[in-house]
């Protein structure tokens, strides 16, 4: 069967798959994009949009429904050890929405699913790609649609079967495709580790707490936890789990790992959450933990590709990196990676030359190396209280900022990040 073609297909309709459609739909290309799952993403995962995400979502007039459904942070408190603190103030970014907007990207996939129907953008739910060859041309491309049934078992389960086989021809392929991308592994393009992984349990609570515009960063000797405000009167706790916690929970098989939520453990989920907030941050009112709506465990990891892509095959966000959770850098680098690649893609397409693409390879290649401390990442000066020097390595991924704001948040607390500014993309 025959799969119309079009400029650019996009496989992944993630956050930064579906941006990356937007913006080269705005850009005159045609655009179509297949997506494997049935449906948009059902939790708050990644849950921050940095102020320069903002400004790109406000080009295509998603700035002000995405604000509608966000709580504002505009403070980043730095617990370290129980003994400092500093505040990290993004109202000083030099941004027009200077802070950051919590959303979860369940909500955020809605918005951005909205805005692909308004302008006849064609989501091929349950179509996944299959396999592609590219030639000087084009991209010939082979997608399987897919059926879902559930099998009828108390614990909900679903089983997927090929139900059509489509081919079709495009221009150009944007592997949008997550983690475990398809077009990165075809393209045979590694994808290393560069530290070990990280387990984390996340908690999502309804908070008796007054609304607040603080989120909380707290490290200790080993771990890496955060707080951040939710919209509805929630509050999310993200906790690293020390290796010996982490086996508990963890079965190693995926991103997710086991779920220790959705009413499975409730008691010890709440006990765990009381255990940890008493020992890591006992400034937090744990009497205000009210129900807890979500709980998980989740594995982490840095990985970057060797490549971003070549010719007429690319790959954008979580196909091409994974970062900690904490800064929320992954999702918000891809939309300034989508917003770069269209940008040059939509040149490409109009003079026939492909050349210009490399500079998307070679930009965020740089920067992704700086990100994931493979180059010269925060530098200390000889102001720098020795205890943020101490940290800094542990910082540069989970401040919620990249590019020059990154440098910003970074120059507030004393730590200079020179490297960053030389080669890195446009920010
Ligand atoms: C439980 C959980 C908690 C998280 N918490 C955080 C956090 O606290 N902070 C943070 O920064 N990040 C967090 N993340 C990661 C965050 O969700 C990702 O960084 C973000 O979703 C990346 O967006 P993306 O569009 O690049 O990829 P994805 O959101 O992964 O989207 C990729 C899409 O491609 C689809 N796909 C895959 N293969 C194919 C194929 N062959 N054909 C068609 N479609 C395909 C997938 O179904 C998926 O919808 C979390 C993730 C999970 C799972």
Not at 47 to 71: I, K, M
Not at 208 to 214: K, M, V, W, Y
Not at 374 to 383: C, S, T, Y
Request: some cysteine; aromatic content about 8%.
């Amino acid at each position: 069967m025959k799969l119309k073609g079009a400029d650019v297909l996009v496989a992944g309709a993630g956050p930064v798959g579906m941006f990356m459609a937007l913006r080269l739909a705005q850009e005159g290309l045609s655009v179509r994009v297949v997506e494997s799952a049935a449906a948009p993403a059902s939790h708050s995962y990644a849950l921050a949009l940095h102020p320069e995400s903002l400004e790109l979502l406000d080009q295509l007039g998603l700035a002000a429904p995405v604000l509608a459904s966000a709580t504002r942070v505009s403070r980043l408190m730095l617990h370290a050890s129980g003994e400092h603190t500093a505040m990290i103030d993004l109202s000083q970014l030099d941004r027009r929405y200077p802070f950051l907007a919590i959303i979860q990207q369940d909500v955020l996939e809605r918005h951005l699913v909205a805005a692909l129907q308004d302008r006849h953008i064609e989501v091929l739910w349950n179509h996944r790609l299959a396999r592609f060859q590219q030639d000087s041309d084009g991209v010939d491309v082979q997608v399987d649609r897919l059926s879902q049934y559930g099998t009828g078992y108390a614990l909900a389960h679903l089983e997927r079967m090929v139900q059509d086989t489509y081919d079709g021809r495009f221009g150009f392929l944007i592997g949008a495709d997550g983690n475990h991308s398809l077009v990165r592994l075809q393209s045979r393009v590694d994808f290393p580790a560069s530290s070990p992984s990280q387990h984390y349990a996340v908690f999502e609570f309804q908070s008796r707490c007054a609304p607040s515009d603080q989120a909380h960063l707290v490290l200790d000797d080993r771990t890496t936890n955060v707080l951040w405000p939710l919209p509805g009167g929630l509050q999310r706790w993200s906790w690293q789990l020390q290796e010996f916690e982490a086996s508990v929970y963890s079965r190693e098989k995926d991103h997710e790992l086991v779920e220790i939520g959705s009413g499975r453990f409730p008691k010890f989920e709440h006990d765990l959450l009381l255990r940890l907030i008493r020992e890591r941050a006992p400034w937090f009112e744990a009497g205000s933990v009210g129900y807890i709506r979500w709980s998980i465990a989740v594995r982490f990891e840095k990985r970057l590709a060797s490549r971003f892509g070549q010719d007429r095959v690319w790959l954008v966000g979580d196909a091409a990196h994974l970062t900690l959770p904490a800064g929320i850098q992954s999702m918000n680098v891809g939309f300034r990676e989508a917003e770069h690649l269209a940008c040059l893609l939509t040149d490409a397409a109009r003079r026939h030359q492909l050349e210009a693409l490399e500079d998307y390879n070679k930009s965020f290649t740089d920067e992704w190396r700086q990100l994931q401390g493979l180059d010269a990442g925060l530098e200390a000066g000889p102001k720098t209280p020795p205890w943020i020097a101490d940290l800094a390595d542990r910082l540069l991924p989970s401040l919620p900022a990249s590019g020059r704001d990154l440098r910003a948040l970074a120059a507030q607390l004393g730590l200079q990040a020179p490297a960053l500014a030389a080669g890195a993309a446009p920010a």
